[in-house]
Each structure stands twice: as structure tokens, then as C-alpha cells.
């Protein structure tokens, strides 16, 4: 059974930083994308970045250039990097696998940026 557990978030204030991480386990391939998502209250569940099994990486415009995801493919983890964080940016983050098959999601992490 494959389960995704995600760490990382908390309570940050506008302009800093945090890292999530978001660990899998029981993947029956080795050849799937992460995705990290997020949802704000009020509103729907949003892609916020995407990387490949051949590392290729797409972003939501709202975090380009302040986010970055990244995976190790021998921890079966991957990361998002968030820096200059703000207001707008608190929502509770998912990590997804996508295996082409079959979705996976983790229970999410709550990101809540104080202004």
C-alpha cells in the first residue's frame, strides 16, 4: 500500500522561507511525477509545481521564482523550497504521485504565512 506523508510546514512570517518534504512509501514503480498542491480555505485545490521522473519541473505562475521542487529519487522523497513567502501563500500543501496508472495523495501540511 502506498502511503505519502508529508512534514515541513508550520507557521512562518511574509518574506520567509520553509521546506517541505513529502516521503513515500510502498511505490510499485519507479517511474512516476511528484506534484505538490495546495488548497486555501475557501478555495479549490491548485497545482503549485510538478517534477518528472526526468527531473523536468513546471510551476504555477503565482510561484515562480520563489518556489522549488526537487525529489531524490533514493529517499523516494521530494521537496519543495519555498522562499519570500506570502500572505497568499497559506493553504494546507499536498504531495501527490502520479504513476501514470495510479494518484496517491498525502494527508497535506498546513503553510500559514503571517503578515
Known amino acids: 500500500q502506498v502511503q505519502l506523508v508529508e512534514s515541513g510546514g508550520g507557521l512562518v512570517q511574509a518574506g520567509g522561507s520553509l521546506r517541505l518534504s513529502c516521503v513515500a512509501s510502498?511505490?510499485?514503480?519507479?517511474?512516476?511525477?511528484w506534484g505538490w498542491y495546495r488548497q486555501a480555505p475557501g478555495k479549490q485545490r491548485e497545482l503549485v509545481a510538478r517534477i518528472s521522473s526526468f527531473r523536468r519541473s513546471t510551476y504555477a505562475d503565482s510561484v515562480k521564482g520563489r518556489f522549488t521542487i526537487s525529489r531524490d529519487n533514493a529517499k523516494n522523497t521530494v521537496y519543495l523550497q519555498m522562499e519570500t513567502l506570502k500572505v497568499e501563500d497559506t493553504a494546507v500543501y499536498y504531495c501527490?504521485?502520479?504513476?501514470?496508472?495510479?494518484?496517491?495523495w498525502g494527508k497535506g501540511t498546513l503553510v500559514n504565512v503571517s503578515s
Open positions: 510502498g511505490i510499485p514503480s519507479s517511474i512516476f511525477d
Open positions: 501527490n504521485l502520479d504513476s501514470g496508472d495510479m494518484n496517491y
